[in-house]
T-cell receptor, first 115, second 110 residues
Framework: NAGVTQTPKFQVLKTGQSMTLQCAQD?????MYWYRQDPGMGLRLIYY???????DKGEVPNGYNVSRLNKREFSLRLESAAPSQTSVYFC??????????????FGPGTRLTVL | TQLLEQSPQFLSIQEGENLTVYCNSS?????LQWYRQEPGEGPVLLVTVVTGGEVKKLKRLTFQFGDARKDSSLHITAAQPGDTGLYLC??????????FGKGTMLLVSP
């Protein structure tokens, strides 16, 4: 099992460009998440999908959109990138929806720079 | 908004020393998790604590959940260079989402 995979690993964009970050998991998990990690800020939730067919905003959703393509895949789109979106983006998944042990499995991250 | 405050933000120690990292909140969480993140990788779960007052041990790591389920601590005995990394606490609120603290960066030198 590959676990959670993310593409690309690195990306440089110019202000105003758009791009989609891809995430896939092979653990048959119901829930998937997108976070951004900035120095000194920890992990902040952008969007999540509690189950296939649903998506909800997290703490910092502005400037982003998501698509839960199927149970395996959850993509994050930046329509018009801004320098403030320079960050490391992590995708995660979990299987135990609403239970006590909501362990989240993380991908290796996408390092995005917006110039 | 539920907030988790971690302290210290950065800790640099010598191999063999003991240390404690704290995670505090004014909110009650149904459970609290500790993750470790190594450079260039995603966080990996170390432990989940669920019951107030609970203590869990993982080799040289001891995790404690406060009686009121608002705070937690991580104690490492005889730290080793392999313990180096970013330690994150995360509280589970509602809808299966986690609120993460800002993390404690630990550097253990030989």
């Amino acid at each position: 099992n590959a676990g959670v995979t993310q593409t690309p690993k690195f990306q440089v964009l110019k202000t105003g460009q758009s791009m989609t970050l891809q995430c896939a998991q092979d653990m048959n998990h119901n829930s998937m998440y997108w976070y951004r990690q900035d120095p000194g800020m920890g992990l902040r939730l952008i969007y999540y999908s509690a189950s296939e067919g649903t998506t909800d905003k997290g703490e910092v959703p502005n400037g982003y959109n998501v698509s839960r393509l199927n149970k395996r895949e959850f993509s994050l789109r930046l329509e018009s990138a801004a320098p403030s979106q320079t960050s490391v983006y992590f995708c995660a998944s979990s299987d135990l929806l609403g239970t006590e042990n909501n362990e989240q499995f993380f991908g290796p991250g996408t390092r995005l720079t917006v110039l | 908004t539920q907030l988790l405050e971690q302290s210290p933000q950065f800790l640099s120690i010598q191999e063999g020393e003991n240390l404690t990292v704290y995670c505090n909140s004014s909110s009650v969480f149904s459970s609290l998790q500790w993750y470790r993140q190594e450079p260039g990788e995603g966080p990996v779960l170390l432990v989940t604590v669920v019951t107030g007052g609970e203590v869990k041990k993982l080799k040289r790591l001891t995790f404690q959940f406060g009686d009121a389920r608002k705070d937690s601590s991580l104690h490492i005995t005889a730290a080793q260079p392999g313990d180096t990394g970013l330690y994150l606490c995360a509280g589970e609120g509602g809808y299966s989402t986690l609120t993460f603290g800002k993390g404690t960066m630990l550097l253990v030198s030989p």
